[in-house]
Every structure is written in structure tokens, then in C-alpha cells.
């Protein structure tokens, strides 16, 4: 039981009262984020990095903080679903399908209040899963030498569109974009300068906070100015809560179901919380079958969704910890913090680190208690808070991610260069390009490039060293697939998440 | 549907990626003599990827997206310049006024009506001002309002 014995510790560490205040911030500010439209957890999260790091905390402190807002980004992203059928996040979609329909039954508090309780659930099912995944991954993980990693690495770009996504080809180019970015700068190993083309500002390479500032928060802007969506949104009554007692009891089954499900799509690479609520909700439609009135307003269609999203934010967390390879968006930008507060993810984290990742796990219990506390008695603030129209919303976000980044180094080049990535953000968004394996890229493409030295001098410069191992074949193999697997199951798949959508007579 | 802008952003990346390539090959070899793996491998090999990925974005298009037109045009150009004069503003005019400058604009031009934009914008720079500079003492600069 050293796990147990490590999770204490790691209590220890989040529990202190400075700590907890974190916590407690970033859970309240991450439902904030969750429950605006067009703030998504990624871009949330992304505006606090430079904040968390200009205000030297703690590297234990920022991910606490960080993963609150993560977790809590989870918790909002339903409170639009159901009150005005916009999905507050991707992963949300799935509970406006029940959940509108609730709220125009009049239940809108009842499909707040369980829809918590089923995030709660959730939350707590991943991140259990993740307590007893993450040190076996890890171990396991530590086996792997420089070829598997590289493969590893090509891997979690092949599934990052995901069995979904629409072209893998953007991916691919998304994300050898990002990398070639990684490479401006002075070559580690070589101490040659790449692309620097003499300018001082850029023998560092690329800070990619900026990128990840640029790239979400600005050309998020940049969208809201072309949809004109700078109005508010007619204001929503909650009403009372009657949730029964018994009510609750019979959606446990619900609760459990969906929670576990999420956090398996979670640890998938390319599966993700949208694909957990998903698959959560359709599952639970073909048990209950004719006994649910799904689409019309059933409870259970609320909390299935919901735990399997929160379940799968958890379950995201596994890989990203264990073997230092994001398989989501927000992942990806909590692996930018650890980057830039020097800590290298992987394997060795758990033991170099283990205060760290065990405070980051103990927080998320705690957060997921926090957030429950906190959803239920502050709900009527958050509902008005939805009220406030974007347009004097959006240019205050800006402005809070121009202070973020100008107080890390106090200069005005790099608000310029986080400008022009907004710019670029837009055009590459428009375009179809996902921006998502971009900051990966950049964030990886380093570590690629070591590994990839490393396993070649290891084999004496046999290329072929690269896939000599059979967990290397087997990575190269998944990768294959997930590049291929999108074009043939893909289009079967979009079409069965949209005729879902569209079978509900309340989202027309 | 004529996936216009997939050839052009495929046209673009062609572009780069051969520039990306060439430059990787101007580099001199590392002192100590080349090796399997030198600077230029990992890029050339990145040029080589989005070669691929370029020319097949031009011979495989995705149809085009709604791009705006006319005045939303002008719309995103006027909030792109409004952020590049905000960085250049910021340290000479300093936080409060630059911010207040900024954020008034952004929201006037989504929208609100020209006087509670500039209200938003002054108050939200004040607060943001007065938490970070006395809370959490990272220095925003001040510009002429420095007192001291």
C-alpha cells in the first residue's frame, strides 16, 4: 500500500492552508471559465500559466491551482448546456441534449443540482482510476528507451485528432508546424544557432506560453468579433430545486456507468472527453432503452454525460502525468506549465517529483469536493454571471492574458509576437487547422528531436533502430491506424454524434 | 466548394517548408565532425513531412469556409491594430490609460454602447491595476500617472 502512503503525503501537501486557497480559487474561476461560451478549459488555463508564473508560486502551488481550474472548467461547461443549450465546452454537448429539455420542463434547478452530483461522482471514479493507473503506468513506463519514447511521441500526434476528427492531414501539418516552430533557437546539443536569423530575441527560441496565449485566447477574440456574438443572453429563472432523495439514489447505477466509462475514453489516446460523455450517454440510451424518456428531458440522460465527461478529465490526466504526453488540448497546456516550471513529465516524475504529483492528485479530490460545495449554493450567481454579455467580457480576457504575458518578462516584444500568433491562430482556425497539435509540437518537438539523437546513437545510426523493439512496432502500428482508421470509421461516426443531436426535438 | 483557400494555405506551406529545408542545409558542420544526427537532421526530415502534408492539401482540398466579408473585414483589422497599438502603448502611456484605450474600443466595436465601453474599460484597468501593483506586486507600468 505505498500508494496509499503516497497519497497521504500528497494530502499533506494540498491541504495546507495556502494551498487550499489555490484550490479554491481555481475551482471557482474554472467553473467561471466553463460555464462563459467560447471559454473553453484549454483557453482558461492558458491564460493562467503566465499569471501563475509571473507570480513565482510554487511549482506544487500552479498545478494545483492549474488542475482546479481543469477540474472546474469540467463542472461550468454544463451549467450553459442546460439553461441555454450552448455547450460550454466540447465535452458539455452531449448535456444539452437532456438537460435543455429539462430546463424548459421547468427543472432547471434539478438538472443543475445532479448534474453536479454526477461531475462529483464523475470526477471522484477518474480519479480513483487514475490513483491506481498512473504509478503502474509509470513503471511500466520506465522500461521505455529512446526509440519507444519517439514513437511514443509520433503516436500521441497520430491519435490527437482523434476517431473523429475530420482530416488527419491538418493534424499532421498542425503539428510539424508546431514542431518546426521548437526548432528556432540554439540547437541543444550542437550549440548551432536554427532560424534565429540574427535577432537576439530569438536565440532562446520561441516562449511557448506565448504561443499558447496567442493561439487560443487572442484568436478566440478575434471569432467573437466576426460572429458578433458581443450580446448578451436573455436571462434564465432557475426555479426551485425538487429533486427527490429517491431520484438520486435511482441514477447512482447512471453514475457509475458513465464515470467509468469517461475515464477508459480518457486514458485512450485519441478518444477524450467528448468521445466519453458520448459514448456514456449513448450506452446508457440502449440499457434503460424504452424505460427512459431520453431527449425529453430523463434525468439519467443529464447525469450520464456529465460523470462521463468529468470521469474522462481525470482519466485525460494519466498519460499526460505518467508518460509526459498530453492527449487533449487542456493536457497539453498543463504540460506547458510543468515545462516551464522545469519539471520534465514522465515515468521519473513520480519519483523525482512525487510531491508534486501527489499533489496534484490529492488536490483533485479536493477540488471535486470543493466544486460540489461549491456548485450547489452559488449556482444562482454563476447563472447571472452567464448573463454578462462577451463584449465587455472578451476585451477584459484580452487584456488579463496582455498582463499575464507582459509581466513575465516586462517586454513588449513578446506582446507582439503573442498578437501575431493570434492572428495566425485565426486564419489556421478558419482553415480547419487544428491549433491543438501546434502547442503540442512545441511543446514536444524538443524531446522528439533528443529522443529521436538519442535512439540513433544507440544504434550506431541504423535507422531501423527506431521500430527494432516490439513496443516500438506496436506504437508505430497504432499510429498507423489512428491516421487511417478516421478516413473509414470516422464519417459513420460524426454522422451517428449529429443524428444523435439531431434526434432531440429541443435542439432544432 | 472550390477549396480555394486549402491550395492557398498548401501553396504557402509548400513555401516554407522548402525554405525550412533549404536553410537547414546552409548550416556548418558542428565542430568535431558530423555525425548520424546533426542540427539539420530533425528539420530536414520536419520539411520533408510538410512537403507531403502540403501537396496534398493542393491536390485534396476541403472545401472552403465562410470567410468574412466587408465590414466584419474591417471589424478584425480594426481589432488587430487595436491590440498591436495596445502593446506599443502600454509602456509608454502606461497600464491604466493604454488598458482603458483598449479594452473601450474592443468593446465598443462588439457592440456596446460607446460610453459603457469606456466605463468598462477604465474600471477594469483600475481594479486589474491596483490587484497586481499593491496585491500581488508585479509592476505594471504606471507611465505619466506615476506619482512618485
Redesign the interface.
Known amino acids: 500500500m505505498e500508494t496509499l502512503g503516497f497519497l497521504m503525503d500528497g494530502f499533506a501537501v494540498a491541504l495546507t492552508p495556502y494551498n487550499l486557497t489555490f484550490a479554491l480559487f481555481g475551482a471557482f474561476a474554472g467553473t467561471l471559465i466553463g460555464c462563459l461560451p467560447g471559454l473553453g478549459p484549454a483557453n482558461g488555463v492558458a491564460i493562467l500559466i503566465p499569471l501563475a508564473f509571473?507570480?513565482g508560486l510554487p511549482p506544487e502551488t500552479a498545478m494545483i491551482l492549474l488542475t482546479s481550474v481543469y477540474a472546474g472548467a469540467m463542472y461550468g461547461g454544463r451549467i450553459s448546456s442546460i439553461l441555454l443549450n450552448i455547450p460550454g465546452d466540447e465535452p458539455a454537448m452531449m448535456t444539452c441534449l437532456d438537460g435543455y429539455p429539462m430546463a424548459r420542463n421547468g427543472r432547471a434547478a434539478d438538472a443543475l443540482a445532479i448534474s453536479a452530483i454526477a461531475s462529483f461522482s464523475g470526477g471522484l471514479i477518474g480519479t480513483i482510476g487514475l490513483i491506481m493507473l498512473a504509478p503502474m503506468l509509470a513503471k511500466f513506463a520506465l522500461s521505455f528507451g529512446p526509440a519507444e519514447y519517439f514513437a511514443l511521441f509520433l503516436l500521441a500526434f497520430a491519435t490527437l485528432g482523434g476517431i473523429t476528427g475530420?482530416?488527419p492531414?491538418?493534424t499532421?501539418?498542425a503539428a510539424?508546424?508546431g514542431?518546426?516552430i521548437s526548432?528556432v533557437g540554439i540547437?541543444i546539443?550542437?550549440?548551432?544557432q536554427?532560424?534565429t536569423f540574427g535577432v537576439l530575441e530569438l536565440y532562446e527560441g520561441i516562449d511557448f506560453i506565448l504561443a499558447i496565449v496567442g493561439l487560443f485566447a487572442?484568436s478566440e477574440?478575434?471569432f467573437?468579433?466576426?460572429s458578433?456574438m458581443?450580446?448578451g443572453r436573455e436571462k434564465m429563472t432557475v426555479g426551485k430545486l425538487t429533486l427527490t432523495f429517491k431520484e438520486l439514489v435511482s441514477t447512482i447505477p447512471t453514475q457509475l456507468r458513465g464515470g467509468v466509462l469517461g475515464f477508459i475514453s480518457g486514458v485512450l489516446p485519441g478518444a477524450g472527453a467528448s468521445l466519453g460523455s458520448f459514448i456514456s450517454y449513448t450506452l446508457e440510451k440502449q440499457v434503460l432503452g424504452k424505460k427512459g424518456n431520453f431527449g425529453e428531458g430523463d434525468i439519467r440522460g443529464v447525469v450520464a454525460p456529465e460523470a462521463g465527461n468529468n470521469g474522462a478529465s481525470s482519466g485525460a490526466l494519466v498519460p499526460m502525468l505518467t508518460l509526459g504526453v498530453p492527449g487533449s488540448g487542456t493536457t497539453a497546456v498543463l504540460l506547458a506549465m510543468l515545462i516551464s516550471l522545469n519539471i520534465t513529465p514522465g515515468p521519473l516524475m513520480f519519483t523525482q517529483h512525487a510531491d508534486i504529483v501527489w499533489g496534484v492528485i490529492a488536490a483533485l479530490l479536493i477540488g471535486n469536493v470543493l466544486l460540489l460545495l461549491l456548485n450547489i449554493p452559488l449556482i444562482g450567481f454563476f447563472v447571472r454571471l452567464l448573463s454578462v454579455?462577451?463584449?465587455?467580457l472578451?476585451?477584459?480576457v484580452?487584456?488579463?492574458a496582455?498582463?499575464g504575458i507582459?509581466?513575465i518578462s516586462?517586454s513588449?516584444f513578446d506582446?507582439?509576437f503573442m498578437?501575431a500568433f493570434?492572428?495566425v491562430g485565426?486564419f489556421l482556425r478558419?482553415?480547419?487547422?487544428p491549433v491543438v497539435p501546434i502547442i503540442l509540437g512545441l511543446l514536444l518537438g524538443p524531446e522528439?528531436?533528443k529522443n529521436?539523437?538519442h535512439a540513433?546513437?544507440l544504434s550506431d545510426?541504423d535507422w531501423s533502430g527506431l521500430w527494432a523493439s516490439t513496443l516500438a512496432k506496436s506504437f508505430w502500428l497504432v499510429a498507423g491506424l489512428s491516421l487511417v482508421l478516421p478516413y473509414v470509421v470516422g464519417p459513420v461516426l460524426r454522422r451517428r454524434m449529429n443524428a444523435a443531436i439531431k434526434e432531440s426535438p429541443a435542439s432544432d | 466548394m472550390t477549396g480555394l483557400?486549402?491550395r492557398l494555405?498548401g501553396l504557402g506551406?509548400l513555401v516554407l517548408a522548402v525554405a525550412?529545408g533549404w536553410?537547414?542545409q546552409q548550416?556548418?558542420e558542428?565542430?568535431g565532425g558530423a555525425?548520424?544526427?546533426?542540427?539539420e537532421?530533425?528539420?530536414t526530415i520536419?520539411s520533408v513531412?510538410?512537403v507531403a502534408?502540403?501537396i496534398?492539401?493542393m491536390v485534396k482540398p476541403?472545401p472552403d469556409?465562410q470567410?468574412?466579408l466587408g465590414k466584419?473585414t474591417l471589424?478584425?483589422a480594426v481589432?488587430?491594430v487595436v491590440?498591436?497599438v495596445?502593446?506599443?502603448l502600454?509602456?509608454p502611456l502606461g497600464?491604466v490609460i493604454s488598458?482603458t484605450l483598449?479594452?473601450?474600443t474592443?468593446?465598443w466595436?462588439?457592440?456596446?454602447p460607446p460610453r459603457?465601453?469606456f466605463t468598462?474599460?477604465l474600471v477594469?484597468?483600475v481594479v486589474?491595476f491596483v490587484l497586481?501593483n499593491y496585491g500581488?506586486s508585479?509592476?505594471?507600468p504606471a507611465g505619466p500617472l506615476e506619482v512618485n
Open positions: 509571473a507570480l475530420k482530416s492531414m491538418k499532421v501539418i510539424t508546424l514542431i518546426m526548432t540547437d546539443s550542437t550549440g548551432t536554427r532560424y487572442i477574440l478575434f467573437f468579433v466576426e458578433r458581443g450580446g454579455p462577451p463584449m465587455y472578451l476585451p477584459i484580452t487584456m488579463v496582455f498582463v507582459y509581466s516586462n513588449a506582446l507582439y498578437v493570434g492572428a485565426y478558419k482553415l480547419d487547422i522528439m528531436e529521436l539523437g540513433l546513437v545510426g | 483557400g486549402d494555405l506551406l525550412y536553410v537547414a548550416w556548418p558542428p565542430f555525425e548520424t544526427v546533426g542540427p537532421t530533425f528539420p520536419l513531412v510538410l502534408g502540403s496534398y492539401l476541403d469556409a470567410w468574412p466584419t471589424e478584425l481589432s488587430l491590440l498591436v495596445y502593446a506599443m502600454l509602456e497600464f488598458t483598449a479594452v473601450g474592443l468593446s466595436r462588439m457592440g456596446a459603457r465601453a468598462t474599460g477594469s484597468a486589474v497586481f500581488l508585479l509592476n505594471l
